[in-house]
């Protein structure tokens, strides 16, 4: 069984969390209930899911600003890149920069 303790310190567990963007406020609440709970896993990193086509963008990045900025968690996030052009990927990037993003799943 898994302790709560600082797990990457042993060697043996690299720890990560995915979550997906809220949809509505009751959503909102669990999400950031669920990132307190888990926060106490101490993971390695964790990711926020980003909609294919973009359709998730507006709330993926609100909650991988909030999960850098109140959480401070390390945060990657998601990028989809099926149906979309080099432009459009490389300004979804920058968006997530200037967030304060240094790591993407794609």
Not at 13 to 24: A, C, Q, T, V, Y
Not at 39 to 45: H, T, V
Request: charged share 25%.
């Amino acid at each position: 069984m898994l302790r709560s303790e600082n797990t990457r310190h042993n060697g043996n567990i690299r720890l990560s969390f995915e979550f997906f963007p809220p949809k509505n406020a009751e959503m909102e609440t669990q999400l950031w209930e669920t990132v307190d709970e888990l926060k106490k896993w101490n993971p390695d990193f964790v990711s926020v899911t980003y909609g294919a086509g973009g359709s998730t963008k507006a709330p993926t990045l609100d909650a991988v600003r909030r999960m850098i900025g109140d959480s401070h968690l390390p945060t990657a996030a998601h990028l989809t890149c099926v149906d979309a052009g080099r432009d459009e990927v490389h300004q979804v990037v920058e968006e997530f920069r200037n967030a304060g993003v240094r790591h993407f799943v794609a």
